[in-house]
């Protein structure tokens, strides 16, 4: 299976700074055939990384996507605008889109739907808080999660991403054997909604992924990749994220 590393930038980086990191990480990885390749910039930044991604093996990806295809829905932004603007991928259902801005399963679900419809790829988030992992609720967390944003999805085009919520941005990272305790934990959910299929789609772990710790996390069974925050915001540092070596 093609591991696949996505940048998540989240609120961060102007046009030209867009630009600017894209001039850099390209010629860096442009000899990467063995991952898929993908950066999300914020909105205002889409068009700007679609033309500089142009005959690269850098594909983009939204941060959100609205349910809708358009309408009364201020601030929101269509499938179809995202597809416009060069996308080919949206992450939907990211622990600060739950957190911050209230999306429930519900709304998850919706937002992954309207995705597919309009042909992007998804690249679905899911994981638990502190709280939730100390009580022992990992696992009722993820499936609930997972059976619950992808009802009635197709297994196509479908990324997973687990994100355990104490580890982003904090620099704790889960140790090998928390990320494929869960990672196997997801398949196995996966297995129960999709059968065989189940077994092309890729499992990212993100969480304080760093080029320090990567290598470690990219040997578990799986694990199929990584989505990447903070240390995708310089070019160097993503780089030798993409460019990671399996140890055993």
Not at 50 to 61: E, F
Not at 137 to 144: E, G, H, L, S
Not at 175 to 195: P, W
């Amino acid at each position: 299976m093609k591991y696949f590393i996505a940048a998540n930038w989240k609120m961060n980086k102007t046009i030209g700074e867009t630009k600017e990191f894209l001039d850099n990480f390209i010629p860096l990885v442009k000899d990467t055939t063995d991952v898929d390749i993908v950066v999300a910039p914020p909105f205002t930044a889409l068009d700007a990384a679609s033309q500089k991604m142009k005959g690269t093996n850098v594909q983009l990806s939204s941060q959100d996507i609205f349910f809708e295809e358009k309408g009364a829905y201020t601030g929101e932004v269509a499938p179809g605008m995202l597809l416009d603007a060069g996308c080919r991928y949206a992450i939907i259902g990211h622990s600060e889109r739950r957190q911050y801005f209230f999306e429930d399963d519900v709304i998850v679900n919706r937002k992954v739907k309207a995705a597919k419809k309009a042909g992007l790829g998804v690249i679905f988030c899911c994981g638990e808080s502190l709280e939730e992992r100390e009580a022992g609720k990992t696992f009722d967390v993820i499936k609930r999660e997972v059976e619950a944003g992808l009802a009635e999805v197709s297994a196509e085009d479908l990324v997973v991403a687990y994100e355990p919520i104490w580890a982003i941005g904090t620099g704790k990272t889960a140790t090998t054997e928390q990320a494929q305790e869960v990672h196997a934990f997801i398949r196995k959910v996966l297995h129960n909604l999709y059968g065989d299929k189940a077994n092309g789609i890729r499992i990212l772990y993100g969480g304080s992924v760093t080029p320090d710790n990567v290598d470690s996390l990219m040997a578990c069974a799986d694990v199929n990749g990584a989505l990447v925050g903070g240390a995708s915001l310089k070019p160097d540092s993503f780089a030798k994220i993409v460019k990671f070596k399996v140890t055993t």
